[in-house]
């Protein structure tokens, strides 16, 4: 090798912050291929591996030499392998979203290299007073589908508040895709009630799904803005949950939500909230969060643990107790006794 280049070269690796941005590079690209190769049938087709001409035919290529670039990114990365033709999954994370339970994975790809990408790629133009994304229609069906990462620990949490026995009514206000339902009635196996949705598509999709548990008879589904939908006749409920959903309403009109909720609970209910709070500098995965919370019409950013707190003590809550999910991090249950 001729040795002016390996002092220019020399003195490129010296450039300040190369090699941490470049080490950075790598996860990057690593997302945007899974990205591409999940919206292009690439993971599932090589479920079982296959050439080049059978991919070629099986997910209708008209342009071979995207298909080659992007077989050539996935054997860069180790997400694929090559033997006598055949391409086949070799990462672990490629064959978990080519699983049958790989959808909640795929879902939380597919939301950042898309609308959690864009919230940064066009925060200098909004910032400086540009439009903000208006695309919370499109995406509640793939937020409900990631939402799912969570479920392990509200399920614990859910069941924490439920008793074993007796009758008992619940409301899920935001209720996505249908789980907290489906796991208070695993709680209690007389639990009934209602869930609420402002997404009309995911009042369908919880729909469905609790017709496929089986619990269709048992909960009703509502789509629509629950300030116009129930009302203090319609309530006497033993629990109200409402999870990630403090930042589609508004700070100035939350003690007003709150006073509805709680006009909704019985005389020994109470109010289950869980929520992203500000990250105050040491939640990375919080503050990632109010960055796209802030760059989209019709949501907020997160909120401050000590206003709600307030708010609920206002609107005439008597007992407030908070839980921590995780150490160093932002994610908190709070239950309002009424």
């Given at each position: 090798?001729n040795?002016r280049?390996?002092i220019?070269g020399?003195?490129?690796v010296?450039?300040p912050g190369?090699?941490?941005v470049?080490r950075d590079?790598l996860?990057f690209?690593?997302?945007?291929?899974?990205?591409?190769?999940?919206?292009?049938?690439l993971?599932p087709?090589?479920?079982?591996?296959?050439?080049r001409e059978?991919l070629?035919a099986?997910?209708?290529?008209q342009?071979?030499q995207?298909?080659d670039?992007l077989?050539d990114?996935?054997?860069a990365?180790?997400?694929?392998?090559?033997?006598?033709?055949?391409?086949?999954?070799k990462?672990?994370?490629?064959?978990?979203?080519a699983?049958q339970d790989g959808?909640?994975?795929a879902?939380?790809?597919?939301a950042?290299a898309t609308?959690?990408r864009?919230?940064?790629?066009?925060l200098?133009a909004?910032m400086?007073g540009?439009?903000?994304?208006d695309?919370?229609?499109?995406?509640g069906e793939l937020v409900?589908?990631?939402s799912?990462?969570?479920?392990?620990?509200?399920?614990?949490f859910i069941?924490s508040?439920?008793?074993?026995?007796?009758?008992?009514?619940?409301?899920d206000?935001?209720?996505?895709?249908g789980?907290?339902?489906k796991t208070?009635?695993?709680?209690?196996?007389?639990a009934?009630?209602?869930g609420i949705?402002a997404d009309s598509?995911?009042?369908?999709?919880?729909?469905?799904?609790?017709a496929?548990?089986?619990l269709q008879?048992s909960?009703?589904i509502l789509?629509?803005d629950?300030?116009a939908q129930?009302?203090a006749?319609?309530?006497g409920f033993d629990l109200?949950?409402?999870f990630?959903?403090?930042?589609?309403v508004v700070?100035e009109?939350?003690?007003?939500?709150?006073s509805?909720?709680?006009s909704?609970?019985?005389p020994h209910?109470r109010?289950a909230?869980?929520n992203n709070?500000?990250?105050?500098?040491k939640d990375?995965?919080?503050?990632?969060?109010?960055?796209?919370?802030?760059s989209l019409k019709?949501?907020t950013a997160l909120?401050?643990?000590e206003?709600?707190?307030?708010q609920?003590?206002?609107?005439?809550?008597?007992r407030?107790?908070?839980?921590?999910f995780?150490?160093?991090?932002?994610?908190?249950?709070?239950t309002?006794?009424a």
């Open positions: 090798m040795i280049y390996l220019s020399y003195k490129t010296r450039i190369l090699w941490p470049m590079l996860p690209l690593r997302m945007h291929y899974l990205y591409a190769a999940l919206e292009t049938g993971l087709a090589l479920r079982t591996g296959a050439t059978t070629i099986k997910l209708r290529v342009r071979p995207l298909l670039a077989l990114m996935g054997l990365l180790k997400e694929l392998s090559l033997r006598n033709s055949v391409f086949s999954l990462g672990n994370r490629s064959k978990a979203l699983s959808d909640v994975l879902a939380l790809i597919q950042n609308y959690y864009d919230s940064y790629r066009h200098a909004r400086g540009a439009p903000l994304g695309d919370l229609d499109e995406i409900a589908r990631f799912k990462i969570g479920e392990p620990i509200l399920r614990s069941h508040l439920i008793p074993a026995a007796g009758v008992f009514r619940i409301l206000v935001g209720c996505g895709s789980f907290v339902l208070a009635r695993e709680a209690n196996n007389k009934t009630g209602a949705d598509k995911v009042a369908d999709q919880a729909r469905n799904n609790l496929k548990w089986g008879n909960f009703d789509a629509g629950i300030r129930i009302d006749r319609q309530g109200i949950t409402a990630n959903l403090i930042y589609y700070p009109e939350r003690p007003e939500f709150f509805l909720l709680r909704l609970l019985s209910g109010l909230l869980v709070f500000q990250s105050k500098g990375p995965m919080a503050a990632n969060l109010n960055i796209v919370n802030c019709r949501l909120p401050n643990l206003d709600i707190k307030s609920l003590t206002g609107c005439g809550f008597q407030i107790q908070f839980t921590r995780m150490p160093r991090n932002e994610f908190y249950g709070i309002a006794y």
